[in-house]
Structure formats: structure tokens, C-alpha cells
């Protein structure tokens, strides 16, 4: 693997590699030095053009807790608010001797653009409403940890409904690519302003009935409304989207019992999750968050913990 | 884990293909086996009888083998410490992947399982492995105790110690040492592994190769 940039690049093989290193990854949490030497020497640089808290801070420790040093460039307080272009700024990081580049940018596909210009790894960190393949890998994580402490399976087989926000949702995009990898059945379940166009080619099931679909799902993952990417229309008020797509308190008790509840977060409380589901017993919402770091490790080791491949620009020097 | 031998850095096409030309010929060439299932059973419960001596008794050890027939010897030595004390000795594995000193210098390796049965806080810490040879993977091993807790004191316990240090590392307990050339290979197989039991020793022919350069087939073996 040299960069990860979509979720639908991993092979099984290399989900369950991730997934099973994540675990031992885990570990680091609780032992009294929080630190492994595989990554000494090496740098990673957070490229974060769009806000973020959990997912920088996440990648920041994993790569500490690996040795790597890590550098944090957002587009506040940089030279991108100067007007300074996404090749540009990308340059000019990559120019200090980076050896991996986690980017954040509004624009979808902005890190597969990045990896031809630079030699360094690249990783998506979410790009516009693409992808987020490390959120969808710790999901999974998440998810897996849960089924295989309830009953020793995994996710093949299993039911996993994604609520809410899918045309925005980066987060959906990847968890139904990954998912459908591991072998999961994916229920779609959105207001149709909510669908893009074009699901009918996407190898899930779609519903616009969250009560009709969640005494069968056996997992829930709860999306956001994002109204920061959207310019309204997509539904009358929030209230009508509560009740027609929250996770209320009824709704709830309609679950059967132990089915785990996941976010990405951040959570709007009281728009589409309310209270009682965020902080239920079945709600995964800190293990997700826990699971970011592992999974993380995981990622940064799988792609720098080895030899150094020889990148595609110098392949294309040496052939030409 | 088991140990590579000492690798050249340079790693050119030629010396690729002439040491997978070499491997081929070398799989074929003069195996002898050195220790059976019943000379290594034996070995295993005089180690056990040794460790038992040494630290007076059974208390506070703990049996930590290196991934991966580390960890099945590991359980053996505690079977026959079981056997000669009656007490269950506390058995896990201590993975050194993340730790090692080429790290940099293979494709990203597989990282092993690491399962401490409880805090190493002043145990008296076994550390078990099939081969000594180099001694960096022992070297990574005490680096790797390091960052999980202080104990008391470790030892090492081997199977086979075939020579040939780099480092200033020795074994407490050996069940058999083996003179071996550095060209020669050492083969630990075990039961729960590889569904026999027994060490074996190849000699390659014609000119020794440039040992392990770049490929790590030679991982498990030595």
C-alpha cells in the first residue's frame, strides 16, 4: 500500500490486516509508555484545509505514539489564507522532506490529485463529499469489536443501516465501500433530497422508512446533518427531520436489544440522534473515538513502518 | 521471532536472482536433523528443572516466548514447570516487530501479538525463543520490556544457540548449543506450528551466499 486514498482500494486481505493491527495497536492505550518505535525519523504532516477535531487530533497521536513527528498545517493561520494554491501550499510542505501527507480538503478527489506531485505517502483525511476511509475503517473496527465480544462473528452477514445526510456524507461512502468489502448488507435510509442521484448503481438497499427498517438492522450508524455544505431545501425544518429521521427516544426501544448505535460526530443532539440514543449503553460513540487512534496507528505503520518503495515520479524518471 | 542473518545493505539484481538460483539448489542440498521430538521434549524439562533452580522456586516467574515458536516453547517450558512444581507459571508472548533494527530495510512486516497474562512490575521475566544467533532480536526484545514495565529481572531461555553474536548477548538456559558455519541454516519446527517437531540444520553448496540480502524468507530460518 502507498497512498490510502478510498476505502474501495482495499482488498479483504488488507481490511483484515488494518483491522487485526489496530487491535494490537489498541494495547499502546493502556501500558504505561504510550510510545513504539517503528516510525522514528519519519514526519507526517496534517494538511487540514476544513475544520476538524477528532480526526486531526486522532492522526497526531497515532503518529506520536509511533514516534513519527507530526506537524499540524491548517488553512487558518497559513499561507492558504493568503490565497496561496492547494498545489502550491502541498509543495511546499512536501519540499521540507515529508514522508506522508494526511489531507483534508473540501474538494473531492483533492488527495489523489496531490499524489502526483509529491513523493510523499498520502492519506485521506476526508475529501469534500468523497471519501473518509479511516473513519470508515475505525466504524468497522468498532463494529467488528462489538459482535465479536456479543457472540465471537464478525460483520460478514451482518445488517448495518446508515441514517441520515448520505449526498453529503463522505462518511457513508466509504462505510458502504468497506462494508460491502467485509461482506455487510448496507440499508440506506434517507428523505429522497437526501439520496444522490445515481444510488440505484451503489450495492446496497434503500428506504425511506427508518421505522420499517430498524427492527431488522443489526447495527445503526447515525449520520450528521451537515448544514454547512448544504444551501437548504433539502427538508422543511429540522423538526420534521427528527421525526421522520431521528433516533429518538421511541425509536430507541424500537431496536432490538444490543444493537449497537455508532456517530462519526460531531453530534447535533435533538436533531438527528437524540439524548437517550447518544448516551445509551448500546451507543459506540467514545469507542469510535477511541478506535480512531488504533486504527490510525495502524494506517500510518501498514504505509511507513517499511522499506521505502520507489515512488511513481521517480519509476517515470527512471523509465524516461 | 526468529533471527535473519546478518544483511547487506546493497541489494542489486543480480545478487537477487543468483541468490534465489542459490536458495533452489541450497533446498535440496545435505538437511540433517540435529534434535528429534523426543531430544527436545527432554531438553525442554531439563530447561524447566534449570529455571526452577535458578530462581530458587517458582515465584514471581513469568514465561515470555517471541512470536511465533517462541510462544509454543514458552507454553512447553511451563507444561513441564507445571509437571515439576505443580504450579501454573503465568505464559504469554511479547512481540519485538515494531522494535526491530532493520525494520526500514524489508516491506512493511506483519506485527505479532503481544498478551502479557499480567503486570511485569518485578517479575522475574523468562524471555523464550527457538534460535540464538545474531542476538538483535533478544536486543529488541529487552527494548520492547522496557516500554511495558520494569521487572525484577530477565532471563533467556533458548532452544538452540548456533553462534555467531553481534551482540554483547548471552542465554541463561540452552537446551542444545549447535556450532554452525554462518552460511549454514537452522530450522526450528514444532508441532503446534508446523505439525512436526524437530530441528534440522542445511548446509548450502558451492560458495556461501550473501546471507538473507533483501528477501526475508530466511526469517524462519537460521
Known amino acids: ?320 | 521471532m526468529s533471527e535473519t542473518a546478518p544483511t547487506s545493505p546493497t541489494v542489486t539484481t543480480s545478487a537477487t536472482s543468483a541468490t534465489s538460483a542459490t536458495a533452489t539448489t541450497r533446498a535440496a542440498i545435505d538437511t540433517r536433523v540435529v534434535m528429534d521430538a523426543e531430544q527436545i521434549s527432554r531438553a525442554c524439562a531439563r530447561m524447566a528443572h534449570q529455571i526452577l533452580e535458578a530462581n530458587r522456586g517458582a515465584a514471581d516467574l513469568m514465561l515470555l516466548g517471541i512470536p511465533t515458536r517462541g510462544v509454543d516453547l514458552a507454553h512447553r517450558l511451563a507444561a513441564a514447570m507445571a509437571d515439576v512444581e505443580g504450579v501454573t507459571i503465568p505464559t504469554g508472548s511479547l512481540d519485538i516487530t515494531m522494535y526491530r533494527d532493520d525494520l526500514r530495510r524489508q516491506p512493511t512486516r506483519a506485527v505479532g501479538h503481544t498478551h502479557l497474562p499480567s503486570g511485569i512490575e518485578n517479575a522475574v521475566v523468562v524471555l523464550v525463543d527457538d534460535v540464538l544467533y545474531s542476538g538483535r532480536t533478544v536486543r529488541a526484545a529487552l527494548d520492547a520490556l522496557g516500554d511495558l514495565g520494569r521487572p525484577r529481572a530477565v532471563r533467556l531461555a533458548v532452544l538452540v544457540d548456533r553462534g555467531h553474536r553481534q551482540l554483547p548477548i548471552r542465554a541463561d538456559h540452552v537446551g542444545k548449543n549447535l556450532p554452525t558455519a554462518a552460511s549454514e541454516r537452522v530450522r526450528v519446527r514444532l508441532e503446534e506450528v508446523d505439525g512436526v517437531t524437530e530441528v534440522s540444520i542445511s548446509r548450502p553448496a558451492g560458495p556461501p551466499p550473501e546471507p538473507a540480502s533483501g528477501a526475508d524468507d530466511l526469517a524462519e530460518e537460521h
Request: hydrophobic share 45%; proline share 5%.
Open chain 1, 1 to 320: 500500500m502507498r497512498h490510502l486514498l478510498s476505502a474501495g482500494d482495499l482488498s479483504l486481505g488488507e481490511v483484515m490486516e488494518i483491522l487485526d493491527l489496530a487491535e494490537e495497536m489498541s494495547a499502546v492505550q493502556d501500558r504505561p509508555v504510550k510510545k513504539l518505535p517503528a516510525l522514528r525519523g519519519r514526519t507526517v504532516v496534517n494538511l487540514f484545509f476544513e475544520d476538524s477535531t477528532r480526526t486531526r487530533s486522532s492522526f497526531e497521536i497515532a503518529g506520536k505514539w509511533l514516534s513519527a513527528d507530526v506537524i499540524n498545517v491548517s488553512a487558518k493561520g497559513s499561507s492558504v489564507s493568503k490565497g496561496e494554491s492547494l498545489r502550491d501550499t502541498v509543495m511546499t510542505v512536501a519540499a521540507m522532506g515529508v514522508d506522508a501527507l494526511v489531507i483534508r480538503h473540501m474538494a473531492s478527489g483533492a488527495p489523489w490529485q496531490v499524489t502526483g506531485w509529491v513523493d510523499a505517502h498520502v492519506l485521506n483525511a476526508g475529501d469534500g463529499t468523497h471519501e473518509h476511509p479511516t473513519q470508515a475503517l475505525l466504524d468497522a473496527f468498532t463494529m467488528r469489536r462489538h459482535f465479536r465480544a456479543l457472540d465471537g462473528s464478525d460483520l460478514r452477514g451482518r445488517t448495518v443501516a446508515i441514517v441520515g445526510d448520505i449526498t453529503h456524507s463522505r462518511v457513508a461512502r466509504s462505510n458502504v465501500l468497506l462494508l460491502q468489502t467485509l461482506g455487510a448488507k448496507v440499508v440506506l435510509v434517507a428523505p429522497p433530497t437526501l439520496l444522490p442521484s445515481g444510488i440505484d448503481s451503489w450495492p446496497v438497499a434503500v428506504s425511506h422508512d427508518l421505522d420499517a427498517v430498524l427492527p431488522a438492522v443489526d447495527a445503526v450508524m447515525m449520520l450528521r446533518v451537515q448544514r454547512e455544505r448544504m444551501s437548504g431545501g433539502y427538508f422543511p425544518t429540522p423538526r420534521e427531520y427528527t421525526i421522520g429521521y431521528g433516533l429518538t427516544r421511541n425509536r430507541l426501544a424500537a431496536l432490538r436489544k444490543g444493537v449497537p448505535i455508532c456517530h462519526p460526530g460531531p453530534m447535533n443532539r435533538g436533531l438527528e440522534i437524540s439524548a437517550e440514543a447518544a448516551d445509551a449503553a448500546s451507543s459506540l460513540v467514545l469507542s469510535q473515538v477511541a478506535a480512531g487512534v488504533a486504527v490510525r496507528m495502524a494506517v500510518l505503520y501498514q504505509l511507513l513502518g517499511g522499506a521505502d518503495e520507489m515512488p511513481l515520479t521517480r519509476v517515470r524518471e527512471a523509465v524516461a
